[in-house]
Structures are given as structure tokens and as C-alpha cells.
């Protein structure tokens, strides 16, 4: 595979609309086909004041990114002093609002039913770090949540790289979603009876975990513990320097982050029935293989 046959490069140079109509239709159809958008020339304005916050000692020490809740704008996993904690909300917030404005103008068609997820800020060098199997993202993977069951809604991602010293983040980008569903779908074992509603109950998943979401999990799992499936998965390599910004359905897009430094990444949901073609969604084509409906 090659990187032109995964990437939709667009000459989109601002965070707000409007945008040409013949670009929105490109970006709207390569997108729901499962290919990554990606803005060459969109750098995100880091203000001279929050210059150091560009910094691994800025991420705390659970997990992978600081995150920003969209419903009570309290940051979590973040190491900054208490004096630098509203920068860092407020660099963070800026940036969701013009991933917002972007996808308004871009995708217009979608605005009525995007749903605000969390903002993340990605600090630490991805390379070199020490990670379980299931939660290393340096390996092929569509996104599939633990805690957050989505009952088919679409993950779709806004990415900016602003390294401050011009790492590019490397991604391989992989097969088509079908063909990433073929291989791991009959590796999806039927879940224990019991455990969603157990869970729940437990407060382990914001909802009960429906078949979609235990699928979704299970390929996402059996895929990065597979050592056959990680050398030999078709894949191309792709590079986003700083100063590049990236929109994909990561729910969709095999993908791998495998290095770089300091992205900003926004989260937004969709349901299906926003999507131009909903038979593109993971959750239609899982339908299709499986002859059965995954969500009640
Ligand atoms: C991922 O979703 O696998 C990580 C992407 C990134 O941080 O570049
Ligand atoms: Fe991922």
C-alpha cells in the first residue's frame, strides 16, 4: 500500500469556513470511504506563553495524554503546577473550539448531530516508551474503548502535530476496514453470559456493552496480540510534520502511531445516520458479515 492511497491531502489553510463546496464533497466522501484527511499547511498557534507546556513533564503519570472534559472543562492527567493549569485548559480549549469551527465548515453536513467528546493533548514521545500489548498504539489497531461503549456511534478525530522541534508523528495506516474485519472477526469469541451487565453495574462501562462494542473490543485486541497480523497486515507508512492537521474515523482506519511528540487531538461522536453513507460504518459492515443486527 502507499500513503496516496490512504490519505486525502486537501489545500485547507483555516480553522474556519467557509470552504469550497467541491472540497467539502471531497472531504466528506474520501473521509466515510476510511481514508485520513490530511492539512499539509494548518498549523495549530501555540501562544508564546504557553511555549512550555510543550513538554513530557507536563503529562501526569496515568496514561498517555492529558485530557480536557467538553461538560466540566477539568483537565485530568496533568503534572503542571496548579499555576499553569488554566494555560494549559485554555490552550486546550482553543484548540476544540477550532477543531469544532473546522469540522462545521468542512464537514456541515455532520454539525447537527456531533457530539463533543474529550480534547487530549499528547505530550510524551510515543518510540521508546514501555507499553501492555493491548494498549500500545505502535500497533495496528482500529479504536475500541473498555469504559465507553458507543453502540455503533462513529469515533472521528481531529489531530494537530505542534512539535516545537519539528518531529514529524509517524503513523502506519492499514487495510481497509473490511478486510481488517475478515481477518478478526472469527477470532471474537461470544461474551460470558453476564459480564455487560456486571460491568455496568460495577461501573466499569458507562453503559451496558452491547455486541457491537464487545466485537469492536475483541478485534481491537486479538489484532495487537497477533504477531502474524502485525508483520504481515498491509500497511503504509505516513508522516505528519508539525504544522499538519489530520481528521480520521479512527473507529475505521487501521492505524499505529508509532512515534512523535506534543499532538492535540479532539474526539467528536456520530451517529450513523449522520453519514452521507451509513453502509460505510463499521457497525453496517459487521452487520452485513455477521447477518445480525449488533445493536438493540
Ligand atoms: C492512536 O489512536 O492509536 C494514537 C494516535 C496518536 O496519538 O497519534
Ligand atoms: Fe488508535
Redesign the pocket.
Known sequence: MTADEVLERLPVTAWHGPFDPAIQARAIEALECGKVLVHPDLPFAIEPREARLLDPATLGEHG?NVSLDPQTHRLSNTAVPAADAALLAGMMQRFADAALALLTGLLAHYTAQLERARTSF?PAE?EGRVYSPRRD?RRL?V?AFPTRPLAGRRIL?V?CNVAPDGAA?E?LVGEPFVDYARTLLARVKAPVPGTAWLLHQLGLTKRRRGQYDHIMLGMHDAGKFDAGYQARAPRAAVSFPPGTTWICF?DQVV???LS?HC?L?QTFHLPIAAMLHPEQSPLRVLEDMTGRRLVV
Open positions: 498517555k499528547r510515543i498504539d489497531h479504536d478525530r489531530f508523528r503513523w479512527t492505524h499505529a502511531a512523535g499532538a487531538e
